[in-house]
């Protein structure tokens, strides 16, 4: 859902199967470049960056909507967003991956437009719509200029309360949804990734791939995605928000009226089922038709709902930083991998954080084992002073990058305080991360980085000797 945590976040980008490619030999001054000594710079004090902007105002309706607005006047821009429960916490095997049919289908028509007249209105409003969900939550969004505010919120809350389905839109985004979740399988690195989360998150929905099962999707009818559509979509799982260059007066009194007729009811809770906790270090193999091999390596980690979260956002700048990374730069230029990431998922509770690659079979060893060291160092001993300010100043200003858009800002909004934590979430984020050290760094990686997840899924032995 990086890219600033907002909307509905980490669905596939940050680790898409890059090209795998063949390795280069092992430069013999691996180790010791990942530890090169850096002049220690004095510390340069971090100020505050978040701007909270004006008050908003925020109402709860007797169905149980939670309503937000603020007033930006620094465009012309106007957004909203929906924001629910709903995602891979909330389905059951059974279900998995329905969420993301009902999502993509609920913005093809309503009960008073056709998927044309529906466009044809979308387009006169001068608007973009987008639908979205993830592990915890689904978002539906849209933007428009100040002038189309109104007819914005008419549009949202009508297609939010009084979607149609069309057979044609639910059929379609079944196919599309069954495509996502084989691929899941079919993606060498997908797969092995899948496997990964299988095992960090064994004993909870979160060890489902986000996009779903094919057996969840493969008989889902339009009865039950209207079925799904009643379980959600009610008052107290619900939060509407908008910002931008409007009267955040009339715009709560325009959103009062109309989704006063939401259904009542209660805020959904997540399918039963906390992760079991890896007794000892864990490794997956497995062989693919493929020239080059995959590698996950992974351990547990702080969810945003959790105060070691900050600590994790200076990790996973560290660990994926291209220019100065001891994974992402070094494995590269010493010939030990390919197409190396890092997948850190904003899940609330529950989080988990992971390297992934592609290497020739007759590196994979030695870029494992790398890899798992890189990551154990974290836990051992706290970085050094110029990677420490260097990554924390990163991070403060990648969460905070466009803050003041209105559509970043209202999917910020809607999600953490659907989420539970509260809209103003991320001031309190930044004050959590300017009071870490280097130290307490070190300290949350101890507390998490105790059993490894590591996933290998490699040629076919005939076929390895490259």
């Known amino acids: 859902m990086p890219t600033q945590n907002t909307g509905f976040r980490w669905t596939g980008a940050a680790w898409l199967f890059r090209a795998i490619l063949a390795a280069t030999l092992l430069s013999p001054g691996f180790v010791q470049a990942q530890e090169r000594v850096v002049p220690n710079v004095p510390a340069r004090p971090r100020v505050p960056i978040y ?19 603020q007033e930006q006047r620094t465009s012309d821009r106007v957004a909203g967003a929906v924001a629910l429960r709903m995602g891979t916490l909330y389905e059951s095997d059974d279900e998995a991956g329905r969420g993301q049919v009902l999502i993509k289908a609920i913005t093809a028509g309503t009960d008073r437009a056709s998927p044309a007249e529906l466009a044809l209105r979308i387009l006169a409003a001068d608007a973009t719509l987008q639908a979205g969900v993830g592990p ?12 189309r505010v109104d007819q914005a919120i008419d549009l949202l809350s009508e297609i939010v309360l009084q979607p149609s389905f069309p057979d044609t839109a639910v059929d379609a985004s079944r196919q599309i949804a069954l495509r996502a979740a084989a691929d899941e399988q079919e993606n060498p690195l997908k797969a092995a990734y899948s496997m990964f989360l299988a095992t960090v998150y064994r004993g909870s929905p979160l060890a489902r791939p986000v996009a779903g099962t094919v057996s969840g999707l493969a008989d889902c009818s339009r009865k039950d995605i209207l079925s799904l559509y009643h379980r959600y979509f009610v008052g107290g799982n619900m939060v509407v928000c908008f910002v931008g260059n409007l009267d955040g007066k009339k715009a709560m009194a325009h959103l009062e009226k109309v989704f006063a007729t939401a259904a009542r009811g209660t805020a959904l809770q997540p399918v039963a ?28 980690a702080a969810g945003y709902a959790q105060p070691d979260y900050p600590a994790f956002k200076v990790i996973e700048s560290y660990l994926a930083s291209e220019d100065r990374s001891p994974i992402t730069l070094w494995l590269p230029q010493n010939g030990l991998a390919q197409g190396v990431g890092v997948v850190f998922p904003p899940y609330p509770k529950h989080g988990s954080i992971a390297v992934y690659l592609g290497s020739a079979p007759h590196n994979v060893g030695q870029a494992r084992d790398s890899v798992t060291t890189i990551m154990k160092r974290l836990g051992q001993y706290p970085l050094e002073e110029t990677e420490w300010q260097t990554h924390l100043k990163r991070v403060q200003n990648g969460m905070f990058d466009n803050q003041n858009d209105p559509m970043v800002r209202a999917r910020s909004m809607s999600q953490y305080e659907v989420g539970g934590v509260g809209y103003d979430w991320p001031r309190r984020f930044e004050l959590g991360l300017l009071k870490l050290n280097a ?20 040629p076919p032995k005939s076929e390895s000797k490259l």
């Open 273 to 300: 089922g906390d992760p079991v906790p890896l007794a000892a270090d864990t490794t997956l193999t497995g062989e693919r038709d493929m020239v080059a091999t995959c590698l996950v390596v992974g351990y547990p």
């Open 136 to 147: 915890d939550l689904g978002q539906i969004t849209i933007g428009t200029k100040r002038e």
């Open 439 to 458: 130290e307490s760094v070190r300290a949350a990686a101890q507390r998490y980085f105790t059993h490894a997840c590591t996933v290998l899924l490699s």
């Open 51 to 69: 701007d909270p902007g004006s008050p908003v105002l925020k109402k709860v309706l007797k169905n149980g909507v939670t309503l937000l607005v």
